[in-house]
């Protein structure tokens, strides 16, 4: 973890017994997932027994990830690592194939416009995600976005030094995150999807001012300006 922010060097390498912790809690959440799917297959069963099946959209999701020992991190939300920022989307309904898999980026907030197109109802100005309706109908969403944007806010910075405040842009091939303390990080994610060298040190300077210019432009956006944002190619990684 040499090359990681500060905040990741300084903790501590996994001591067997937090290893062991690590197990169980990993287990346990296993275990707990089996109420999860009964609950899941109780509420198809029910809709499909009302007749209202065929006429509705179920969505499963999550609001964050969770470090479960990846980077030193025994437990937490709070990085811009796969393992805090990625999440499943999983959705059946009208119109959707089954078994079909999109590659194109999403976010949670796409998940409000998407509602919306399916409710038939309009999408406030005020809105910055995109609607997936078409995407999950096989139809053509238009340009669509080539970053998405991550974000971890401190309400109490003096209170917490262990995962600081940060702005992230994760495209289709790299992460790119900056740190509250100006700490900076890159990983390609093609070569590297576990997102153990970080390039920052070794990548050509254009590079770097690229993306922080637009990490800034996505992070400061609102409403129509991230979906006009969204349709602009990010720059290549150079290293």
């Known amino acids: 973890v040499a ?21 169980q ?19 198809i069963a029910a809709l499909d027994q009302s007749g209202t099946l065929a006429n509705t959209y179920v969505v ?4 964050n990830g969770f470090h479960l ?23 059946r309904g ?7 898999t999109i590659d194109a980026l999403a976010s949670q907030i796409d998940l409000a416009p998407t509602f919306a197109a399916w409710a038939d109802v309009p999408v406030p100005d005020f809105v910055d995600g995109r609607s997936l309706a078409p995407l999950l109908a096989g139809d053509d969403p238009g340009p669509w976005r080539h970053a998405v944007l991550a974000e971890h806010y401190v309400s109490r910075p003096e209170r917490n030094t262990s995962d600081p405040a940060f702005k992230a842009l994760r495209t289709e091939d790299y992460l790119y995150a ?30 770097l001012d690229a993306l922080a210019t637009r990490l800034a432009a996505v992070a400061g956006c609102a409403g129509q300006g991230c979906r006009d944002i969204d349709a602009e190619p990010v720059p290549a990684l150079r290293t």
């Open 69 to 91: 020992g990846e980077h030193r991190i025994a437990d937490g939300k709070g990085s811009p690592y796969e393992e805090s920022i990625r999440v499943p989307l999983i959705v």
């Open 178 to 207: 900056e740190h509250s303390n100006g700490q900076r990080e890159l990983y390609d994610l093609g070569r590297d999807p576990y997102e153990l060298e970080n390039l920052v040190e070794s990548s050509d300077q254009a590079l």
């Open 3 to 23: 090359d990681k922010p500060d905040w990741v060097k300084n903790l501590p390498p996994l001591s067997s017994t937090v290893e062991a912790q690590i197990d």
């Open 60 to 63: 499963f999701t999550s609001d």
């Open 94 to 100: 009208p119109g959707i194939a089954p078994g079909t």
């Open 25 to 43: 809690t990993y287990r346990g959440r296993w275990q707990t997932l089996l109420a999860a799917d009964e609950m899941v297959g109780t509420l």
